[in-house]
C-alpha cells in the first residue's frame, strides 16, 4: 500500500528524514560527533534541507498531482520504489561519504532528481499538457543546482550560488503551483458555505508577478549585492503581497489547512523583501535563505503534505489539533531562525529552539499521518 502512490512513501520519508538529519545537525552543533566526513559538516546540512529533504516533498507532490494534471494512471508498484530507493540511496552515500568515496556518494544522489524529472516529462508530454512544462524547469533547475553544489565542495569552492539556485528554483515553484491551489482551495472552501467573495482569478497580473519574482531570483542567485537586486527584489515582495491579498485567505480562518497556505505563502513577499534589503547590507544572506528555506519552503510543504495526505485518502478536510500545532511549529521556526545573525549573542539558542521546533513540526506529522499513509485505505485522485 506504501507504494500505491508517490505521496505515501515520499511524504513520510521526507518527514523523517526532516527530523533525522536536523536532529544530527543540532548533536553535531553540540560537538558529539563529526558530521558528513570529509564533505563538510556545513554543507551536509545545507545539502540534505536542500536536496535531501525538499526534493522528497516535491517528488510526493508531483508524483500526485501530474496524474491528475495529464489525467494519466499515476507511477505506482516497483517503479516508484525504485525511485524511492534511489532517494534513499542518496541519503545513504552522503550519510557517510568517505566510505566510498565523496565523489562516488555525491554520483549516488546526483541520480534522483533528473529521474524525477524524466518521468515528470514523460507525462507531462504524454498527456500534452504543455502549460505544464514550466513545473519541469524547475526540475531542471534544481537538478542543476544540485549537481553543482557537489561540484563545488568537491573542488573546495564555496557552494552559495548552487544554493541560491537551489532554494531559487522551490520558491519559483511554490509561486507557480501556489497560484493553481490556493485560489482553487480557497473559492471551493467558500463556495461550500454559499459565499461569493472569491479570490480573483488567474489574470495576467499574476503572469507579471510570477516572471517579477523569477527575475528577482534569478538576480539574486547571481549578484546578490548587486543594486538591481535589491530593486528587482522589493518590487516583487511588493506584487507578490497584493497578489496573496487578491486571494483573500483571511476569509478562510475558520479552517487552518486552509489558513496555513496563505500563511506559508506569506514567507514569500517577506522572502523578496529581504533579498532587497540584503543587497542593500540591511540583512545577512543567511537570514535570507532562512526566511526562504523555513518560511516560504519548508512551511509551504508541510500544509502541502498534510492536506495532500487527507485528501488523498478519504479524510476529512479539516485540520487536526497536532496539526494545528506542527503549523505552529514551523511558522515559529521560521521566524525564529533568521534573527540569529540579526542576534549574534543569541545564536546558540535561537539554533537550538528553531532546530527543536522543526522536529516538533514533523515528528505531529510522522505521528498523525504515518499510519494514514501506510496502512489500507482507498486513494482518491
Not at 533525522?20 to 556545513?42: K, R
Not at 522551490?170 to 461569493?196: D, E, K, Q
Not at 529581504?274 to 510543504?301: D, K, N, P, R, Y
Request: with cysteine; proline share 5%; glycine share 10%.
Amino acid at each position: 500500500m506504501l507504494f500505491s502512490y508517490g505521496f505515501r512513501p515520499f511524504f513520510l520519508g521526507a518527514a523523517l528524514w526532516a527530523i533525522s538529519a536536523m536532529s544530527l545537525w543540532i548533536a553535531a552543533l553540540a560537538g558529539h560527533f563529526e558530521l558528513g566526513g570529509s564533505y563538510g559538516a556545513h554543507a551536509w546540512h545545507a545539502h540534505e534541507m536542500l536536496f535531501g529533504f525538499a526534493s522528497a516533498v516535491l517528488a510526493g507532490f508531483l508524483l500526485t498531482a501530474v496524474p491528475n494534471w495529464t489525467g494519466r494512471l499515476p507511477v505506482s508498484g516497483w517503479p516508484l520504489a525504485g525511485l524511492f530507493a534511489l532517494w534513499l540511496a542518496g541519503r545513504a552515500a552522503l550519510l557517510a561519504p568517505d566510505a566510498i568515496g565523496v565523489p562516488a556518494a555525491a554520483a549516488i544522489d546526483s541520480l534522483f532528481l533528473p529521474a524525477l524529472l524524466l518521468i515528470c516529462a514523460r507525462e507531462v508530454i504524454a498527456g500534452r499538457k504543455w502549460k505544464d512544462l514550466k513545473v519541469l524547469g524547475g526540475l531542471l533547475a534544481l537538478s542543476l543546482a544540485n549537481a553543482c553544489f557537489h561540484v563545488a565542495v568537491i573542488t573546495g569552492d564555496h557552494a552559495h550560488v548552487a544554493m541560491r539556485l537551489g532554494i531559487s528554483a522551490y520558491v519559483a515553484l511554490v509561486t507557480i503551483v501556489g497560484g493553481r491551489i490556493l485560489p482553487s482551495f480557497t473559492r471551493n472552501w467558500l463556495n461550500r458555505f454559499g459565499r461569493t467573495d472569491f479570490p480573483v482569478p488567474y489574470n495576467r497580473f499574476d503572469t507579471l508577478t510570477i516572471l517579477a519574482g523569477i527575475a528577482a531570483l534569478g538576480s539574486w542567485t547571481l549578484l546578490p549585492e548587486h543594486p538591481a537586486t535589491a530593486l528587482t527584489g522589493l518590487a516583487a515582495a511588493l506584487l507578490h503581497f497584493i497578489r496573496l491579498g487578491r486571494w483573500r485567505g483571511w476569509a478562510t480562518w475558520p479552517e487552518q489547512l486552509l489558513v496555513i497556505l496563505h500563511l506559508a505563502y506569506a514567507f514569500v513577499p517577506l522572502g523578496f523583501a529581504a533579498i532587497g534589503f540584503a543587497a542593500l547590507g540591511f540583512v545577512e544572506e543567511h537570514s535570507v535563505m532562512h526566511v526562504l528555506t523555513v518560511g516560504a519552503i519548508a512551511s509551504m510543504m508541510l500544509a502541502v503534505m498534510t492536506r495532500a495526505s487527507r485528501g488523498h485518502t478519504g479524510h476529512a478536510l479539516s485540520a487536526s489539533r497536532p496539526t494545528i500545532a506542527s503549523y505552529a511549529a514551523i511558522l515559529l521556526a521560521a521566524v525564529l531562525r533568521p534573527l540569529a545573525e540579526v542576534l549574534p549573542e543569541a545564536a546558540t539558542a535561537l539554533y537550538a529552539v528553531s532546530g527543536g521546533l522543526w522536529i516538533l513540526a514533523f515528528a505531529l506529522f510522522c505521528l498523525e499521518y504515518g499510519p494514514i499513509l501506510v496502512r489500507k485505505r482507498r486513494t482518491l485522485r
